[in-house]
């Protein structure tokens, strides 16, 4: 499931453009602070490349965390030993 | 479709997953976001690459420090949570080649924009590849002074508007990674910020080597130099910046007048060469017996101790 934060987005929709397989649509109306928001309308064409999460400047883009990029297949980190030592 | 469409717009309390949060965001300082930058602006995505790009490197976040001088993108260390030095105009090399002197286990990081790092200090820039210290620069060219009102910078391309330049840019621009290139720096490569994946891997091998390793990040600007020169939108910038770009293997056959508006992309150097730090210390077990100078400053028996 792709999940975007309405706090941090600021819509300056580059995960629409970027996106290989379509997977977002533009909102029609806009939002409480005036941004109009982009929506996975087209979830089940996602390939889990991560691009967009990278891409997003604001932090705001997660994507579902089993199916994740840097995830392993029994839910270990794929590369940094350190990566769970620090407290969110 | 649409009707979907209404229904998330609408929903507001839209019920959140249980870790709802991006996952570089554990290195971000929570009550500063959403940050400064504007919307579409290159800054925040440099941010995800770097931590992807450290990760990749099996490095200890808690022994990384951020060096950074003025401008939009020295802002940047400001968000992570980690040891920080915000420094003058231009002077960040030179603050980062002391920090490294005296702690060389750090691992020190600089992040510059075009304005800090080629003009005001262009010098600093130079001398600090050419005495291959080991730190790693991220430059984020985004070839205009963006935080003071969009006037024209050493990297703005022959021809681009800028408050400074209302009839077009006449002079020249810098070309950074190859001026470093030739100075003498050990890893040097150009990315841009539609190529985040090599940017990452970029990044990883610039922290691991040992040396000077300068990154040049060509990122856009959608507020002013795109207003400017008819790009208003990102991702207009975005696929001007995509249609721009040359990977360096294939411009061999190229003529100079071929290449002048395009943006050469790739890694420019990667070898290996003696570094500043080694050789101070090993200067200093020459003439004291110990790693640093730092302590023998301090000793009573200073000319004693010379043996």
Redesign the interface.
């Known amino acids: 499931?792709i999940?975007i934060?309405?706090?941090?987005c600021?819509?300056?929709?580059?995960c629409?453009?970027?996106c290989n397989a379509h997977v977002f649509?533009v909102?029609?109306?806009a939002?409480?602070k005036g941004v109009f928001?982009p929506?996975p309308?087209n979830e089940n064409a996602c390939l889990n490349c991560g691009?967009c999460?990278?891409?997003?400047?604001?932090?705001?883009?997660?994507i579902d965390?089993e199916k994740?990029w840097?995830m392993k297949k029994d839910n270990n980190y794929a590369?940094?030993?350190?990566?769970s030592?620090?407290?969110? | 479709?649409?009707d979907?469409?209404?229904e998330?717009?609408?929903d507001?309390d839209?019920e959140?997953?249980k870790?709802?949060?991006?996952?570089?965001?554990?290195?971000?300082r929570?009550d500063r976001?959403?940050?400064i930058?504007c919307?579409?602006?290159?800054?925040?995505?440099i941010?995800?690459?770097f931590f992807?790009g450290?990760?990749?490197a099996?490095?200890?976040?808690e022994n990384v420090a951020m060096v950074s001088g003025i401008g939009c993108s020295s802002r940047i260390p400001g968000y992570i949570?980690c040891d920080s030095l915000h420094t003058t105009h231009g002077r960040a090399l030179s603050f980062a080649t002391g920090l490294k002197v005296s702690n060389p286990d750090l691992d020190v990081v600089v992040f510059t924009g075009d304005g800090d790092c080629a003009s005001i200090g262009g010098n600093h820039l130079i001398h600090a590849a050419r005495r291959n210290i080991n730190l790693t620069v991220i430059c984020i060219n985004n070839n205009i002074y963006g935080m003071t009102g969009g006037q024209i910078s050493p990297t703005s391309p022959k021809g681009s508007y800028g408050s400074t330049a209302p009839y077009g840019n006449r002079d020249k621009p810098f070309h950074l990674a190859e001026l470093v290139a030739a100075a003498g720096a050990t890893y040097v490569a150009r990315w841009t910020?539609?190529q985040?994946?090599s940017a990452?891997k970029s990044i990883e091998k610039g922290l691991k080597n040992k040396g000077f390793s300068f990154i040049e990040i060509v990122s856009q600007c959608?507020t002013y130099f795109g207003r400017k020169n008819k790009m208003k939108?990102?991702?207009k910038m975005?696929?001007h910046i995509k249609n721009s770009t040359i990977y360096i293997n294939n411009t061999k056959l190229m003529s100079e007048h071929e290449l002048a508006d395009k943006i050469v992309v790739g890694e420019f150097v990667d070898k290996s060469a003696p570094e500043f730090t080694d050789n101070l210390q090993e200067l200093s077990k020459e003439n004291y017996g110990d790693k640093t100078l730092r302590r023998s400053a301090f000793l009573k028996n200073f000319d004693e101790n010379k043996e």
């Open positions: 499931m999940y934060d309405p706090d941090l600021k819509g300056c929709l580059l629409v453009n970027t649509t909102a029609k109306k939002n409480k928001l929506i309308t691009e999460e990278l891409l997003c400047p604001d932090q705001a883009i997660l965390i994740h840097w590369f940094n030993p350190n990566f030592k620090i407290k969110g | 479709m649409v979907e469409i209404d998330y717009t609408i507001d839209f959140k997953p870790r709802a949060k991006a996952p570089f965001i554990k290195y971000l929570e976001l959403p940050h930058f919307p579409g602006c290159g800054n925040g995505t941010i995800n690459t992807k450290m990760e990749e099996n490095i200890d976040f949570k910020t539609v985040v994946e990452a959608p939108t990102p991702v975005m696929d």
